[in-house]
């Protein structure tokens, strides 16, 4: 990961900048650099992964425009040869560098054309004023605020923003920022590909398995070129597990899997190693106590920048994994698995009453998930100065399964996520019994008792009547559990009076039959099962 940081003020002191501007040094711990342009101040912390010498340091320039970028640019190869067929010429190898050549031809047209990961801020000279875009799922983090003056900032996270605006919100996914304004270039629960035809509803069954395969097996092949060493994250679940089966088969050697548990009782360390042993990875285990959990609550909480129950539970574990990843390896990428249940449904989407139902709630969730699972891998992987990249998040593969017919994404075949499953039987990329294994919420994997040990810490803070009262301090997504209210008041510490940069708390839908439960975890649903096993 990187991190950007622009303010559009020209009279700003360049030492208020350098302080903002630090507080996401872990993102870009290699080199930092700042720029001053025609309206304000451009900075950029470096993590070195595709051309690794500092000629690929940013800010690029070029004919008197700058540009600052957190991302990775899939296909840049090719784009770069067709530039230099034009004339222009490259000073690095890295993928960023190609930006501000397609904007001058292109102009924010370019937005809609790239393959990427990407939150980018381009100054445009002949304007003399910023010109912002953040990838369409919302993989790379981008916030913004006014100050005072009502001169806009932009930043990777918003610990940049905190004091210098009353307001931060997330740069919306899809969008680009152009003269005042926010401007949709697209929407990723609209499917090109439906538009393109008037349905997919004819496709059979095989032609939808195999189009989910081959299109995630190239965005899985993608994400696996970087100039620095690449690493993966496996539950011993569905998701990461093909991640990383096919990783595995398009290597010629072995790739590094990292795996995190409980002491007392990890449900999933068992299958990721039986997943492991497999595909012949070098596996990494990494066992966490009690005393481990609750340890990394407030700084898990400090940089999330969220007070979402689920999202915390879940980012424990990926934290300390990372963190340990960080500290003992030479990784700088790691691939994982989320966005997978916001295509494919989760043990709540069961309860759907209606395919229609079923669209409606995927499509609402792919718009939210950069204020949750997506930031949870963004934020776990990058405080350690480690980069994520999500091969389900890849949008041609999104785009697809967006626009096949829901009636065919329903669990009416007894197993959910069906679909996936099934595109990668022939393969045989990792084990049947964990293809056909039911799914376990990951910080239930980790261990049940990780979620127990945050219940009965927060039930230690609060008196039923000491929650009943502090709650009612907050309006917007009130807290309604002792635990919900201790995630709360430490993001307050950090982010006052920010609670609008996360829509709500992620809960299963209240409306549907089944899912009326007051905490967000799988493991309280009827239909969990076996999957805790």
Known sequence: MCAILTYAREDLSREFFEEMLSKTISRGPDMSRIQKVGCGWMGFNRLSIMGLNEAGMQPFNHNGNTVVCNGELYGFHDLKKYLESLGYSFQSESDCEILLPLYEILGTKMFGFLDAEYACVIYDKKKNSFIAARDPIGIRPLYYGYDAEGHIIFASEPKNLVGACDQIMPFPPGHFYEDGKFVCYRDMTKSKSKECRETLTDDSLEVIVENIHDKLFTGIQKRLDADAPVGFLLSGGLDSSLVCGVAAKLSDKPIETFAIGMDIDAIDLKYAREVADYIHSNHHEVIITKDDVIGALEPVIAALGTYDITTIR??????????????????????????SDELFGYKYTDFAPSAEAFQEEAEKRIREIHMYDVLRADRCISVNSLEARVPFGDLDFVDYVMGIDPEK?????????????????????????ILMREKAAFSDAVGHSLRDDLMEYADSKYTYAEFETTKKKYEHATPFTKESLLYREIFEKYYPDQSDMVIDFWMP????????????????????????Q
């Not at 300390?320 to 989320?338: A, F, Q, R, S, Y």
């Open 314 to 339: 879940a980012s424990i574990g990926m934290y300390l994994l990372c963190k340990w990843i960080h500290e003992n390896t030479d990784i700088k990428v790691v691939l994982t698995g989320e966005i």
């Open 409 to 433: 994404k329903l669990n009416t075949y007894g197993i959910g996520k069906f679909l996936l499953r099934k595109a990668f039987e022939k393969d045989e990329v990792i084990p049947h019994s």
């Open 509 to 532: 839908n209240k409306s549907w039959k089944g899912c009326n439960v007051t905490d967000p975890s799988a493991r309280v649903l009827s239909n969990y099962g076996a999957s805790g």
